[in-house]
């Protein structure tokens, strides 16, 4: 399973960006997609996460700001980030996890995710 992310860039406090991440070798349906970010010299944390059948949770500091979406027949998620702030820094990783056991809710721990992409590196700065 391959999972390249796109979309990263450079913008200002209040902008937007569309990530994008495309799995290849394997359907993502009936697997979580995730979106994790690493800070620099902080831990890699979760942003938001998204089941097969479109429940999605979100990390606090992005509710209301980041929306994730996912199109099961392109096997792409989209990660929808707006009024980004400086903090949003981060390389932003997807991810890819089967569901071991049945939750109503979608996978936000990094160990319950199988697969990663590579990163792609948001910057927010005046």
């Known amino acids: 399973v391959q999972l390249q992310a796109s979309g990263g860039g450079a913008v200002q406090p209040g902008g937007s960006l569309r990530l994008s991440c495309v799995a290849s070798?394997?359907?993502?349906?009936?697997?979580?997609m995730g979106w994790f970010r690493q800070r620099p010299q902080k831990a890699r944390e979760f942003v938001s996460a998204?089941?097969?059948?479109?429940?999605?949770d979100y990390a606090a500091s992005m509710k209301g700001r980041f929306t994730i979406s996912r199109d099961n027949p392109t096997n792409t998620v989209y990660l929808q980030m707006n009024n980004l702030r400086p903090e949003d820094t981060a390389v932003y990783y997807c991810?890819?996890?089967?569901?071991?056991?049945?939750?109503?809710?979608?996978?936000?721990?990094?160990?319950?995710?199988?697969?990663w992409g590579q990163g792609t590196q948001v910057t927010v700065s005046s």
């Open positions: 070798g394997r359907t993502i349906l009936n697997h979580d």
């Open positions: 991810a890819m996890a089967r569901r071991p056991y049945d939750s109503d809710r979608p996978f936000t721990s990094t160990v319950m995710y199988d697969w």
């Open positions: 998204i089941m097969s059948d479109g429940i999605a």
